[in-house]
């Protein structure tokens, strides 16, 4: 039989035993691992909680949340996280750290012995308890108690070299006070806690302190005397005092007597006007108090008359207030309103206005831009072409360049001709020039190849008649200069006047 058969007839068995189905009985495997698992997650939760006893404090450190280091328990328990925390105890039992201090120095320069004991033991407060995690987990009770111990020294010898040995032998509660603060404080910042101080001796070396004890004893001793020879005077003296007394006293008595009967009668009437005196001054004193009364309440009910009525006026005022703010509101919502609204318009049509104009101005800039550019590019044509034009005419010319003015002259003529007539049509003329048309042979034939050296002869003329007529030629039409080389003309330099050809 195979071991999966043995266990499916196991499986049928146990159905069987306990009344289920074989179907139901196919789940006991998956149950049981189930059960296996809790148990065991039960177990090591178990485990894993910690308790804290009454006599130790319980560390848990490592990952314990926030900014701290360590987490500190006293009584209760905590479960501990495996992996990411771990655990230590500290004890609480008390230590007893026995501090022989020798030669202290006090604060009158004398060095003291005071061999005590103390007894400390680590905290339970939080803050306590955290400090002494941070510092004394781990150690042992001997380094415990040697590093109290050095602490304890310190603040000891610092307590005795602020007192004088006269205080640190009289005031005991004074000098123990200050050890207590100085040294619990100190501790404390370990983690330890001041249960109980025990001053056993104190001494000096020089003998000062047994000095001041024999005095102290002397004193007692001779006062102890002086007061024994005081009580023995007092009784001596203090029995004469009584039979003196005892004379004395029976005379008075006999004397009061009699004068105790009219002392009677006399303290009798004095006590009846004594009684009609303070039934007067009662009544007075209740006067003076219904008055002080009715007074008090006058004042009082003039306080709440005028509480009154400044709540009245409050109230007028808060009214008159309601009234304005409904006022206003009225106000606002009929006028106010529509005017806002109005002002609002005219702005909006002001603006819508303004944005028009600035536009219409930026469309007749842009048109008057494009004017002058179209212009402006009209001229540039212009001038390109009457720069191909002369250098065309130069081109022309060929070899002799110089005579390109002369055709330029030739163009302006008409309007030379029309600037001369319009300069001497008002003046007063005394003189004539006339020369012959150009372009006139010798034999009186005038041909177009002559024409040019004709116009070329007939230039002075035209300075001179320039000059007369007090007009400025232009440059391309040159310069006069006589036989002894003096420039002739308008404008030409050492010109004094017309020229006569």
């Known amino acids: 039989m195979t071991p999966s058969f043995s266990l499916l007839a196991a499986q049928e068995g146990l159905a ?13 495997p998956i149950v049981g691992a189930i059960v296996l698992v809790l148990l065991f997650m039960v177990i090591f939760t178990v485990r894993q909680y910690k308790r804290c006893p009454s006599n130790r404090v319980l560390v848990i450190y490592g990952k314990v949340g926030g900014n701290r280091a360590a987490k500190c328990l006293h009584g209760g328990g905590a479960f501990v996280v495996p992996l990411i925390q771990d655990y230590e105890y500290l004890k609480l039992d008390p230590l007893v750290i026995e501090i022989p201090l020798t030669g ?51 603040q000891l010898r610092l307590v005795i070299a602020t007192l004088t040995i006269e205080e640190i032998n009289k005031d005991r509660e004074k000098f123990m006070n200050l050890i207590n603060e100085n040294v619990a404080q100190e501790i404390n910042k370990i983690g330890l806690d001041l249960i109980n101080v025990n001053i056993r001796d104190i001494t000096d070396e020089s003998g000062y302190i047994e000095a001041i004890g024999k005095r102290a004893a002397a004193e007692a001793i001779n006062k102890a005397k002086v007061d024994v ?17 005892q004379t004395v006293s029976v005379a008075r008595e006999v004397a009061s ?21 303070q039934a007067v001054e009662g ?4 006067q003076a108090k219904i008055a002080d009364f009715n007074a008090k309440l006058r004042e009082v009910q003039a306080e709440a008359k005028r509480r009154g009525d400044v709540a009245n006026a409050k109230a007028a005022e808060a009214i008159f207030n309601a009234e304005r703010e409904q006022e206003l509101a009225r106000l606002g919502k009929e006028q106010i309103a529509p005017q806002q609204i109005e002002k609002q318009r005219i702005e909006i049509e002001a603006e819508a206005t303004a944005e028009r104009a600035r536009r219409e101005a930026r469309g007749e800039a842009d048109a008057i831009l494009l004017k002058y550019l179209a212009e402006a590019e009209g001229i540039r044509k ?29 163009e302006k003529l008409p309007e030379i001709v ?45 300075h001179e008649l320039a000059q007369q007529a007090g007009i400025e030629l232009p440059g391309v039409l040159g310069r006069v200069i006589d036989k002894s080389g003096e420039t002739k003309g308008e404008g030409a330099p050492g010109s004094k006047g017309p020229h006569k050809a």
């Open 257 to 277: 007597g009699v004068e105790g009967e009219k002392d009677a009668e006399r303290k009798q009437r004095v006590a009846v006007a004594g009684f009609e005196m």
């Open 104 to 154: 202290a120095l006090s604060q009158n320069n004398i060095r003291v012995n005071v061999p005590s004991t103390f007894t400390v033991g680590i905290s339970t407060d939080p803050v306590l308890m955290n400090n002494a995690a941070e510092r004394l987990l781990g150690m042992d009770e001997r380094a415990i108690s040697e590093q109290a111990q050095d602490i304890i020294l310190g």
């Open 283 to 286: 009544e007075n004193v209740a």
């Open 418 to 462: 029309a600037e001369q007539v319009k300069a001497i049509q008002n003046i007063k003329i005394d003189k004539i020039t006339v020369w012959d048309g150009a372009g006139s042979h010798a034999d009186g034939q005038r041909t177009t190849a002559n024409f040019l050296s004709g116009l070329i002869g007939s230039l002075p003329p035209i």
């Open 229 to 245: 020879a005081q009580q023995e005077r007092d009784g001596q003296t203090g029995q004469a005092i009584a039979v003196r007394e």
């Open 382 to 410: 212009v001038l390109d072409a009457k720069a191909a034009g002369y250098k065309g005419l130069m081109d022309a010319c060929g070899a002799r360049p110089e005579i390109a003015p002369t055709f330029l002259l030739v």
């Open 16 to 28: 069987e035993t306990l009344g289920i189905s074989s179907n139901a009985a196919a789940f006991l």
